[in-house]
């Protein structure tokens, strides 16, 4: 077993193994430079788990705008936060300064196979799992019976949405538009909208967002809320 360094804060005491001691960490400081960016190992820790941005705030004590500004790179997070977010991943720290592989060229999968995600209205299924959301972001959203997003949300992009079983009201400035199986919309999302349904069944639909920036997370800023 290698040696570990111990670092004490004013909070707790907290154990780096050497691998990242060449970060030069001291109490207070950040522990991420230019060269060093936690963010996109973070989401794809958090994908992988199944976690919401919003059910990993809580796990970790943290807001959900503060681990926003984590992983979009943002913001450099303090060796504190770093080690609340691996104790909410139950991942050694070294784990989030681990390289990325590389990205996927292509995604394929077979039914049953997804991951549910869990939001507050329903469950998500990412169809792209595992390239970056530039372009085109396809999910399988599955809304429970009577669901309603009390908030409306505005992203860039454009947002296509399928009803693929079932009955759904998107209201889009203030407009509503009923989709019944087969029926679809397709909008500037730059507009406010949500999604609803308010019928005696669930729901299934195909969404895909297509945003500007990889980093603009349009179906996270859905999903999270």
Known sequence: MRPEKKIHSE???IT???????LNVTKGNSCCSDEVMVGSRLRRLRHEQGLSIRSL???CGLS?????????????????????LATGLGVPLVTLFE?????PALVYQHAGERQAIRFANGTAEKLGQGLP??????????LDIDSRNSEEISHEGREFIYCLEGEVTCLVAGQSYVLDTGDSLLFDAGTPH???NTH?????????FCPMEARDEPAERHLDR
């Open 200 to 208: 005696s069944a669930p729901t299934r639909l195909l969404v895909l």
């Open 194 to 196: 949500r999604w609803e």
């Open 11 to 13: 909070q707790n005491e």
């Open 57 to 59: 705030a809580e796990k």
């Open 99 to 103: 390289q990325e592989k590389i990205e």
């Open 133 to 142: 959301p530039l372009g085109a972001e396809p999910i399988v959203v599955t």
């Open 16 to 22: 780096f193994p050497y691998e990242i001691q060449a």
């Open 64 to 84: 959900m705008n503060t681990l926003s500004l984590v992983e979009n790179n943002r913001t450099s997070p303090s060796v504190h936060t770093l080690n609340l």
